[in-house]
């Protein structure tokens, strides 16, 4: 006696070789109708019954293609689509789901980024198909390579709420988003990708946004606070009653620490001036792993000479909330202290910068680009460039010394050029007194 396994709805069986295999096919009336699923997606479910149908018949490959075609039949009828109360396992919002809660996500998005990185996912999920369906409810398998350029010129020709006619930037960040999110997850479950003889590390048919060509675009110059901009903000805030902003801006220019390590508390107290090291203070690089000791004094022949004089004097400003420089403080003396958010210290940038008339290109991260641009100006070497920005890919016990050393060198040679640049802007002032003395004098006589 042969039992007979209960089908899905549109599921066919064919037998090839003694051998059955399942195919998911609509009737013709809806595709008549306008139902585009079948084009869209692989309809061939393979020989395994319970991977195409499940295990009683009501899951499996079909049950998500049943899925999508009830959305659809939905649309068509004008209801609303059915609320999702899961993810789909192997579609593309369960994908960027599990690329969130990988190791990969933990130790390479920064908090400053991850919110752009959901925005983007968000965009690309809640594209639809010719057929209605989202992006986010296709199976990744049916991502190909040509559904990819598709996906891309899409985002890029769609106009921006700004104006823009387009949006390249944004597209290529989808780009790169998806391939690191392909890559990442595949390597977790390789089932659920594309297989074959093809799927190799050479040729990774498995990840449609390898090798997709994008257009060429004009990269916009990051803005670069200036020096006297970074010190008109500081004091600025400082008679606003604003430290901790001024102090941020101070820091990100002065010692070249990125805005959301500021923020996060990696500047703390113990590493100003501290027993350790009572002439220098402590910058930690996230993104790098780099521990850099900046150097904020010198004595030279008796006399002390204090590089970061007045970036020191708006510090003193700070009362000490917590562990870190930068913390928001309790709404009452009960609360703790706690870090700022990237997005509430850019509010109150936002609001200062109005106040005291700056451009709007004045960020927390145009001060630091503005410290880098200094670093070039006053002409110091690849190494000491790096000895006080701290960009190296990794960081060697037993360099300590050398690197110490190089920051004093720089540090120097920063200095010396902000003397320098100060003494040439007070030359002219001193020249036109000169020549009204003069001119003064001669029209007396």
Not at 298 to 311: C, H, K, S
Not at 349 to 369: I, M, S
Not at 381 to 399: M, V
Request: aromatic letters at 8%; a positive charge.
């Amino acid at each position: 006696m042969t039992l007979t396994r209960p089908l899905p709805r549109f599921v066919r069986t064919k037998e090839s070789a003694g051998v059955t295999r399942y195919y998911w096919a609509i009737p013709t009336y809806y595709k008549k109708l306008g139902c585009t699923l079948h084009k869209e997606h692989d309809c061939a479910l393979g020989a395994d019954y319970e991977a195409a149908c499940g295990p009683d018949g009501a899951g499996g490959k079909a049950a998500i293609l049943n899925g999508l075609f009830d959305d659809w039949d939905r649309m068509r009828l004008g209801e609303p689509p059915k609320p999702k109360t899961e993810v789909r396992v192997g579609t593309v919002d369960w994908l960027f789901k599990t690329y969130k809660a990988s190791n990969d996500w933990k130790e390479r998005v920064s908090v400053r980024t991850a919110g752009d990185y959901e925005n983007t996912m968000d965009l690309i999920a809640d594209m639809t198909r010719k057929s209605g369906v989202r992006i986010g409810d296709t199976m990744v398998v049916n991502i190909t390579p040509v559904v990819a350029d598709k996906l891309y010129a899409k985002i890029r020709e769609t106009p921006s709420r700004k104006g823009k006619t387009e949006r390249p930037r944004t597209a290529e960040k989808a780009v790169v988003l998806c391939r690191r999110a392909w890559r990442v997850v595949h390597r977790l479950h390789p089932a659920l990708f594309i297989q074959g003889a093809q799927a190799t590390d050479e040729v990774p048919v498995w990840n449609p946004w390898e090798g997709v060509a994008m257009r060429r675009r004009k990269h916009a110059t990051k803005p670069a606070a200036t020096r006297e901009q970074v010190y008109a903000f500081a004091w600025g805030a400082i008679a606003a009653g604003q430290v901790q902003p001024a102090a941020a801006a101070v820091i990100c220019f002065e010692w070249l620490q990125r805005p959301e390590n500021v923020l996060a508390g990696y500047v703390t107290w113990t590493g100003y001036r501290g027993k350790d090291h009572a002439s220098q203070i402590r910058i930690e690089h996230h993104k790098t792993g780099e521990m850099v000791l900046h150097p904020l004094e010198e004595t030279i022949e008796g006399e002390r000479v204090l590089f970061y004089e007045e970036a020191e004097q708006v510090l003193s400003h700070l009362p000490k909330l917590g562990t870190g420089l930068i913390m928001k403080s309790g709404r009452t003396a009960k609360h703790v202290a706690t870090p700022f958010t990237i997005h509430t210290m850019d509010r109150h940038v936002r609001k200062l910068r109005e106040l005291l008339g700056l451009p709007d290109t004045f960020t927390l991260d145009a001060c630091r680009h503005g410290g880098m641009t200094e670093l070039e100006e006053a002409e110091l070497t690849d190494g000491q460039g790096r000895a006080l920005s701290g960009h190296k890919s990794k960081a060697y016990e037993g360099y300590a010394k050398r690197t110490e050393k190089r920051a004093l060198a720089a540090t120097r040679k920063r200095h010396a050029h902000r003397i320098a640049m100060e003494a040439a802007a007070d030359e002219p002032a001193a020249e036109n007194s000169e020549t009204g003395k003069f001119r003064s004098g001669f029209s007396g006589q």
